[in-house]
Each structure stands twice: as structure tokens, then as C-alpha cells.
């Protein structure tokens, strides 16, 4: 088997926006939301179904996963492979948005629906050392929770580390799932979840049509030239403030890179 790195654009789109096997979406959401019982979402409409990009390599227009549960309620779910400026203002603009354009001119309110928002970090974005958390709108004081309709939720992948041999929870599969796969050649032991174990069998890119590996090379190629075009932005930036004489631990706190990096770059600019 040889799985694709489920954090490329499209092989993210193909797995969970997959209007196919939508056991798929729903047993993650069920693994992170921690629904149970009758609680336990059965059901799901994709509203962004996966589509191969009609020109070759042309950038995927919504690079998350849209779905709603049968009592109407909507899911977002986005992979977000690097840190951007504005990030955390970006998604509650997003999620609100989602949230008030279930209404049409004239609707009356009660017939808003949650929005709850599932974001898959490959970066470090919170203090806490959970690699999973979930934000609520509550009172300050009393911690109240009377505004319910917005949700969010973060997987921190940075911060997962836990190897095969250490899986227990269905929630665990799935993010050591999503952070690994590309590196294993076979399927990890006690896939007892439908929903997981189709995941993998639709990540196993021996399986995919030919456009659908040639998308997936490309989305690989154009994310490896936006880190080389970022990469040289964090150089310029670094050897301006070595022209200023920081030290290497001053400029490692301002950009956040390490200092033999930044050492490099010195060396560098001495050649």
C-alpha cells in the first residue's frame, strides 16, 4: 500500500469530501466532537463534494470539507498546513458567515442551525499542550454557556506524538491517521471503525485514477514553491535584523526560527 500525505490539498478533499463514503466524515466528527449515544451524528449532506480541479493543477476554490447533519446542523472542517497572518480572525469570520447564510432575506432567527468548526493544524497555534481543544462563547464569570451556535476546534498536529503501539481512542486513530499515513505501507492493527479503515482504503493512491494523481503531484510541487517563496521572505526579514547586530537569540525570539538557522544565514551574508 502507499498512502498520500492526507494534509495535500487534494488527497484531504478526495478522503472527507468524499459524497461516497460519507462513513467517512462522520465517524471523525463523532471521534472529535465526542458524540455518543443519540447524540452520535448518522447522517451528513457534503455541501462541497470533492471534484478533481477541471485544468491540472489549478488551485482547489475551497480547500475545506462543508457538511450538514440531518437535524441541519453545519460542519467545517479545514486543513491548514501553515500558520498565516490573521489565522484565528479568519476562522471566526468564516465560521460566522457559514452561520448567518443559512438565512434568506426576511427568515426569522430560530431557524439557525450551529456551526461548528473543526480546524486541522500541521503548526503549533495554542498554549495548551492538548493537541485537541475546543473554544465556546461563555460567560466570563459563571461559564454559562447560553451561546451555543458557534463551535470551534482545533487538532494540533505538532503536538500528537503518540506511536501505533499507543492508540486507544477512536480520536487518536484519526489524527495519527491523518498526521502518518503517508508513511505507512500497511494497514495499522484493531481498525475496528468502518468510517477509518475506508479512509485508509481511500488514501491508498494505488487505487486513484490518473488525474487524481496527477492533481495530487501537482498540489505537492505548488506547496513545496509557496514554503520556498515564504522561506525567502523569513531570509530577507533575518538578514535585515543581523545588518541591526541582534544576537542570534534576539532574532530567534522575534521570527521564532532557531539559531543555528539564523546562524546560517549570518554565515551567509559573511561569504
Not at 502507499?2 to 478533499?13: E, G, L
Not at 462522520?26 to 466532537?33: D, G, Y
Amino acid at each position: 500500500m502507499q498512502f498520500a500525505d492526507i494534509k495535500n490539498d487534494i488527497a484531504f478533499r478526495k478522503i472527507f469530501g468524499n459524497e461516497n463514503k460519507t462513513e467517512i466524515l462522520i465517524s471523525f466528527l463523532n471521534a472529535v466532537l465526542k458524540l455518543e449515544g443519540n447524540k452520535k451524528i448518522i447522517w451528513v449532506a457534503i455541501l462541497n463534494p470533492y471534484q478533481v480541479p477541471i485544468v491540472l493543477g489549478a488551485k482547489s476554490t475551497i480547500l475545506d470539507v462543508k457538511a450538514k447533519d440531518k437535524i441541519g446542523n453545519e460542519y467545517i472542517v479545514e486543513m491548514q498546513v501553515t500558520d498565516k497572518v490573521g489565522f484565528a480572525k479568519r476562522v471566526v469570520y468564516y465560521s460566522a458567515k457559514s452561520y448567518s447564510a443559512q438565512l434568506n432575506v426576511g427568515e426569522q432567527y430560530y431557524k439557525l442551525k450551529p456551526t461548528i468548526f473543526i480546524g486541522i493544524l500541521n503548526f503549533v497555534f495554542l498554549e495548551t499542550e492538548n493537541y485537541l481543544s475546543r473554544h465556546l462563547i461563555l460567560d466570563a464569570e459563571t461559564k454559562e454557556h447560553k451561546l451555543k451556535d458557534l463551535d470551534f476546534n482545533f487538532i494540533e498536529l505538532p503536538k500528537f506524538n503518540k506511536t501505533e503501539q499507543e492508540l486507544q481512542t477512536l480520536v487518536e486513530k484519526w489524527v495519527y491517521f491523518i498526521k502518518n499515513a503517508e508513511s505507512l505501507t500497511v494497514l495499522p492493527p484493531n481498525l475496528d471503525d468502518e468510517g477509518l479503515r475506508s479512509a485508509y482504503t481511500e488514501a491508498d493512491r494505488h487505487l486513484w485514477k490518473k488525474e487524481d494523481l496527477e492533481a495530487y503531484e501537482y498540489a505537492r510541487m505548488r506547496e513545496t514553491d509557496d514554503i520556498a517563496r515564504e522561506m525567502l521572505v523569513v531570509e530577507k526579514i533575518v538578514k535585515k535584523l543581523i545588518k541591526t547586530n541582534l544576537t542570534n537569540d534576539e532574532i530567534a525570539d522575534i521570527t521564532g526560527l532557531g539559531t543555528e538557522q539564523i546562524e546560517f544565514f549570518r554565515n551567509e551574508m559573511n561569504e
